[in-house]
């Protein structure tokens, strides 16, 4: 009987997959039977379990044996119970892109089955819908029905529905294959520890589901349901790449329920009166910042979007390699420049990006991470490397993730030399800039008197003078300035603006104040511009003629000598010109220096005069009268200046020193009895009686501890003929 209901009526065609399966579909079978017949109890008992939960439960090896041939709807592997996994019909296939949390939310949404049974059914009672992959995924697809693209294939679901792809994709190949096949077959107990993801960014409202508003509203005219896609949700991802718009994250009343069916959602779909959908990115985003969001969520839909996200080509090495053709190779030996990349992603990403990111930069921290990113173990294929600090790392050569996959790695787009800091036209500004408009009816109003113009804005005359100078609005000289400062001094200073003579010089030489020179500029607006290309160019001159007279006054020297002789040349022009330095530089020399090497340090006289170090400070320690202090190994290992012999290189280097400090150091038990009979001894120099408070307070020691020696105690007080206080209870 069990097995005509488990077998009949199913059928495995990929729309009845789309159907779920009723109430009703489970009682009609049961209508069509003989009512005279009555079922035995456990058979009884166990259709009402059928007809109530809509799903029918598993079945232990007692009553379906795998190899019985009228059971075709139960797998052989078994679940943590020693039953055998039943095979579910009704189970929706994922669409293209679809998290594999979407899709168990579905199947859990139109289900008619107890909800938490599934999930055990699954593997996925315990699981989490936000972590990267749950751990018993082959219990899952053995799960499904025959004919279903997941059944027995949880590879397919690795690579197509979760973010195993996007994590590896930087990896070595073969580290990445290995880890692949680790994590599938359920041999990782943490895959997200595997994967180098702390635990911590779980508990982030922010890593809650996301979705795209218009995502979800093309999928229900298309589909009829809300989908989940992985693309969307790394946390450092904020915008979808289709509709250039700010994502938003699932109701917050997932992460606070205590069952587990109420955190698995589908795509902005709760059961709460007043759904909390935030938005991840808020109203006042800059458009730098936009661009940056922007362009990271369209590399992770290039990579997840590629049939082959994890390829065979290597590369974070061909990231290297393009970082070095890029110049930020350093000049001093191998390895990148990490001043010279933090640099350079603090000029392609804006810091309140890097900020809401958590990575820092070059202006705030020391935390030079770029070094860590590409360091020799990721190359080789030892550790697994940062997704999100390989893509900040990738947009300093390319714009596109696509062209790293190539065998050879692209030549880079050519570098933009960057504005001096001091003439730069972007400078951030705390303030809202005054609109032009706004200013050219108040100047009209006021005759052209700047003060009078300022006041009837409610700013400063600086404010209004600055934003004059921004919006390029030509305000003539008054005649009151230009008397007092004369026709030949007012064309002096513009020949010199226009040579790109510092300000600061043109005030002492021509003895003007810097609102005169600022009223000039604003006579002549296009004088701004001149004047500040013509100093950069002045400046570039300047440093590129000190290298040039250091490669002729002394040719044979290396490049860092002119960094000492010239820091100011040289870091202008690392930091503005860095194409004509690398092109001027000497070449750098690589190897060991003639006569320069070190020589290698014989270590077995160290290691014999460290472990005779450390006999003599044991023995200084126990034939000391003040209060002892406990021999441990690191602490004789501190003293002796070997504490390096702790580590894997140093065990080999300092064999006698470490058997030499385990044999001195002091388990809790010998300190404790040192400790007691230094207290006794005092006791006995000032002929006092033994008393559990004074011992309690000589030797630091609970009443407790005391009793749990009280033979020893008895012992050394009866050498030292000492006697106890009648309350004392540690008395014989």
């Given at each position: ?26 009682r ?20 009402n ?68 049974r ?32 997941w ?34 077959s ?16 779980f ?14 509203a ?38 606070a ?54 390829p ?77 600090r ?55 109003a ?26 390029r ?34 005030r ?51 490049r860092?000598?002119f960094?000492?002789?010239?820091a ?107 400790t ?8 006995a ?48």
């Open positions: 009987m069990i097995a005509w209901l488990l077998t009949g009526g199913v059928s495995t065609k990929r729309a009845e997959f789309e159907s779920s399966w009723t109430r009703s579909s489970i009609r079978p049961w209508k069509s039977m003989n009512r005279s017949i009555s079922p035995r109890p456990a058979e009884r008992r166990r259709s379990d059928v007809r109530r939960s809509g799903v029918a439960r598993p079945y232990s090896s007692r009553h379906l044996p795998a190899n019985k041939p009228g059971v075709l709807f139960c797998s052989d592997i078994r679940n943590s119970n020693g039953e055998y996994n039943m095979n579910l019909p009704g189970f929706p296939v994922a669409q293209r892109g679809e998290m594999l949390a979407s899709v168990v939310a579905r199947y859990l949404e139109r289900s008619a089955g107890a909800k938490l599934l999930l055990k059914l699954f593997g996925l009672y315990l699981a989490s819908p936000c972590s990267v992959i749950p751990r018993h995924l082959r219990q899952l697809a053995s799960t499904l029905p025959p004919g279903h693209p059944e027995g294939a949880p590879e397919v679901i690795a690579k197509g529905h979760t973010l195993l792809p996007l994590l590896l994709h930087f990896a070595h190949p073969k580290r990445g294959s290995a880890a692949l096949r680790n994590v599938v359920g041999g990782s107990g943490n895959p997200s520890a595997s994967l180098g993801i702390s635990a911590t960014v508990r982030d409202f922010r890593h809650m589901a996301r979705f795209c508003p218009d995502c979800v093309h999928d229900l005219k298309t589909f009829g349901f809300p989908v989940l896609y992985r693309q969307h949700q790394p946390l450092f991802v904020t915008m979808c790449a289709v509709h250039a718009r700010p994502l938003r994250s699932n109701c917050l009343c997932g992460q329920a205590r069952q587990a069916v109420s955190r698995w959602q589908m795509a902005g779909h709760c059961r709460c009166s007043e759904p909390s959908t935030p938005s991840l990115l808020g109203a006042d985003l800059d458009t730098k910042s936009e661009e940056c969001w922007l362009w990271l969520s369209q590399q992770v839909t290039t990579i997840l979007e590629n049939p082959n996200p994890m065979k080509v290597h590369i974070a090495a061909n990231l290297l390699t393009a970082l070095e053709r890029g110049g930020f190779a350093s000049l001093r030996g191998g390895g990148l420049c990490q001043n010279a990349i933090s640099e350079a992603i603090l000029d392609r990403f804006s810091e309140p990006v890097l900020r809401q990111l958590g990575i820092g930069h070059g202006r705030n921290t020391h935390d030079h991470w770029a070094g860590r990113a590409l360091s020799r173990g990721v190359i080789e294929g030892r550790r697994i490397p940062s997704l999100l390989m893509l900040l790392l990738t947009r300093l050569v390319t714009n596109d993730i696509s062209s790293l996959w190539s065998l050879v790695a692209p030549d880079p787009a050519q570098k933009r030399d960057r504005v001096p800091p001091g003439y730069r036209t972007d400078l951030d500004l705390k303030r809202k800039r005054i609109e032009k408009e706004a200013i050219k009816s108040a100047l009209d006021a005759d052209g008197k700047l003060t009078v113009a300022a006041k009837r804005l409610g700013v400063s005359f600086c404010t209004i003078a600055a934003d004059l100078r921004h919006h609005i030509h305000l003539p000289l008054s005649r009151a300035t230009s008397k007092r400062l004369g026709a030949k001094r007012i064309a002096a200073i513009r020949d010199a603006l226009k040579h790109g003579t510092p300000k600061s010089k043109l002492l030489q021509y003895d003007v104040s810097a609102w005169s020179i600022l009223l000039i500029e604003l006579d002549q607006p296009e004088l701004r511009d001149v004047h500040r290309e013509a100093s950069v160019t002045r400046q570039r001159e300047k440093h590129r003629n000190a290298l040039l007279s250091f490669l002729r006054a002394d040719p044979g020297k290396p860092y000598e960094a000492k002789r010239h100011g040349s040289y870091f202008w022009l690392r930091k503005y010109d860095r194409a004509w330095l690398q092109s001027h530089l000497p070449a750098p020399r690589w190897g060991h220096r003639k006569g320069k090497r070190k020589v290698v340090r014989d270590r077995h006289p160290l290691d014999q005069t460290a472990s005779e170090a450390v006999r003599q400070i044991a023995r200084q320690e126990l034939e000391r009268s003040e209060r002892p202090k406990r021999l441990t190994r690191t602490r004789l290992l501190t003293a002796v200046g070997a504490l390096s012999a702790l580590s894997e290189r140093g065990r080999d280097r300092y064999a006698s020193t470490i058997a030499e400090a385990e044999r001195h150091a002091e388990t809790t038990g010998q300190f404790m009895r040192r007691i009979r230094w207290a006794l001894n005092e006791l120099t000032e002929r006092k009686a033994i008393s559990m408070t004074q011992l309690c307070q000589l030797t630091n020691l609970k009443s407790s501890q005391l009793v749990e020696h009280r033979d020893y105690i008895v012992e050394v007080a009866t050498d030292l003929e000492l006697v106890f206080d009648a309350r004392c209870k540690l008395a014989p």
